[in-house]
Structures are given as C-alpha cells and as structure tokens.
C-alpha cells in the first residue's frame, strides 16, 4: 500500500514538471531550452556535451532506461508497441526529452535523469536552500530553467557571496562537503580593524569555536589599514559561518565575506547572479579531488 501510494505520488510529480515544461516549450519555443536570463555559455552533461533538456532520439533513450538493445527497440518501434505521449511511434529517429511520457507495451518508461553539475556566482541576499518557508530568495530561484532538480553543495550564508555549487550528483556533494576529503575552498574576507602577526598565526593554527576546535588554514594577509584588512582564508573543513566565527574569535568581525575558489574551480569570467556548466573534464578533476582531497593536474 505504501509503495503504491509512493508512485501514485512521484508520477503525478514527474506530470507536473512535464506539464510545466511543455507549456514553456510553447511559449518560448524561440529559446533553446537551459538558456534563461542566469545561464551562461552551453551546458555540459557528464562525459559528453549536450543541452540539458536537448531531445534524443527514442531508441537511444529505451536503450539507456534498460528496455532492450539499440536494435531490439527499434524493432519494437516499428512493431507499433511504443507509445510517446498517448502515440503510437512507428518511426525511427523520433526524437523524445525527459517530459515526454513513454510506453513500452503500456509500461510506463522511468527516466534516468542527467547528472547535472553547476557553478553558480552567489549574490548576497540568497539563502543556499532549495526553499524557504518564508517566501525568502533561495539560489535556486537563479537557476530554474536547468529542467533538472538541483541542490547546493554546502551553504554560504545569507550575507556570503560567491562561488557554490550545486549538482543533484548526492554521493560527490557527500564527498565536497565532508571534512574526511577535505576539499579546501578559499575565501576574501574584509575584517575590521588592523590584524596583527599573531592573530593571523592562530588563524592558520586553528582556533577554538563552542563546537570544536578548527583545523590548521592557510591564511594570508592581503591588504591592511588602521580599519580594516583584507585576509584569504583556506580551510578544508565546513563549520557553520566558519570563516566569520574564526575571524571573529580572534577579535576581528568580518564585513563582508566572498568564497572565490572550491578546489581548482574560480568565478572566472562570470558575473554575479550568473551560472555555467562545469565542462566534462572539470567534472573528472572535481570527482578525482574529492576522492583525495589533492589537486590534479589539467587534463
């Protein structure tokens, strides 16, 4: 019973997102599909480069759903059993997205939907949520037109900006976000006041927070005046407001706060509010440091 009203749930679910979707289609049928106002250049899914919601020709998608081989579903096609949207498809080459409903035999087709991998440079003013019950702005209010449910990897807090990623690849957000890996992310922070050497040497120390002592960072003095100084925080653990705690627990409260680099990935070239694709071979190097937790050399 609870297994049946699981589906029940997920398919009026899955006819939401493909009602939603057509009727966009329609509506911007100039605009290809992944390319609204935060997308920047072509997106890329994992190993090969393609648009998002781009359509595949059916027997290639009945193939990768494990229906059949290539060529045993095209024969299914042409004996009339594959049904696209309530339609018999007799041709082959028909071309399908993942909102089309397909039928093989009157079974419904269970879609495997994309891995998706995003860079997105964050705004102040957005929580790293994928809702809030508040009615607040959430990022993912910047990337709606993926087609694909995405969500943050780690937070940035409300005043934070910067570069997050979001990905609904869950065991790679695993691996970025546990300190067991440690991926190290680098941020800007602009503290008030003058620091001195020796605060600067308890931040790469670590230093003691009410829910743990933090692990050794590189941290390096960029900028200094008698109200305020520029610091580049590394760290390769992710505590709650960490970067503010630790600035602060050294008596220097942090103005604003900017995360610029995840690993080998920066916020090159990308305005804020904006978002790209990582590239096939960013998603490679990404999955290789996350397993170790060192950087890998460019392909």
């Not at 065991?171 to 001195?196: D, M």
């Not at 050294?250 to 900017?258: A, Y």
């Amino acid at each position: 019973m609870e297994e049946k009203c699981a589906w029940s749930t997920y398919n009026k679910y899955m006819a939401r997102r493909r009602s939603a979707f057509l009727s966009q289609r329609r509506i911007s049928s100039t605009e290809p599909p992944g390319h609204g106002p935060g997308h920047v250049g072509q997106p890329h899914l994992e190993g090969r480069r393609c648009c998002l919601l781009s359509e595949e020709r059916l027997q290639k998608v009945m193939a990768r759903a494990g229906v059949a081989s290539r060529r045993r579903c095209e024969a299914l096609i042409r004996a009339g059993r594959v049904k696209v949207n309530g339609t018999t498809v007799t041709r082959l080459g028909t071309k399908v997205s993942p909102w089309d409903k397909i039928q093989v035999d009157g079974q419904d087709l269970v879609w495997r939907e994309p891995k998706v991998y995003l860079l997105l440079n964050k705004p102040r003013g957005y929580l790293s949520t994928v809702h809030d019950p508040h009615g607040r702005a959430t990022v993912i209010d910047l990337v709606k037109d993926v087609g694909v449910r995405v969500y943050p990897v780690g937070r940035l807090d409300l005043e934070t900006e910067g570069l997050l990623l979001l990905t609904n690849d869950g065991e790679l957000t695993h691996r970025l976000t546990h300190p067991r890996y440690k991926v190290p992310k680098t941020y800007l922070a602009v503290v008030q006041g003058a620091v001195p050497p020796e605060a600067i040497n308890r931040l790469r120390r670590g230093v003691a927070l009410e829910d743990g002592r933090t692990a050794p960072a590189q941290v390096k003095l960029l900028g200094s005046s008698r109200d305020t100084s520029t610091l580049e925080i590394t760290i390769r653990e992710g505590k709650k407001r960490q970067v503010r705690r630790m600035c602060q627990a050294v008596g220097h409260l942090v103005i604003s706060l900017r995360r610029t680099r995840v690993g080998f990935l920066t916020l090159k070239g990308l305005k804020k509010g904006r978002y790209r694709h990582l590239a096939p071979g960013e998603i490679r190097r990404l999955k290789q440091l996350a397993g170790s937790g060192t950087l890998q050399e460019e392909d």
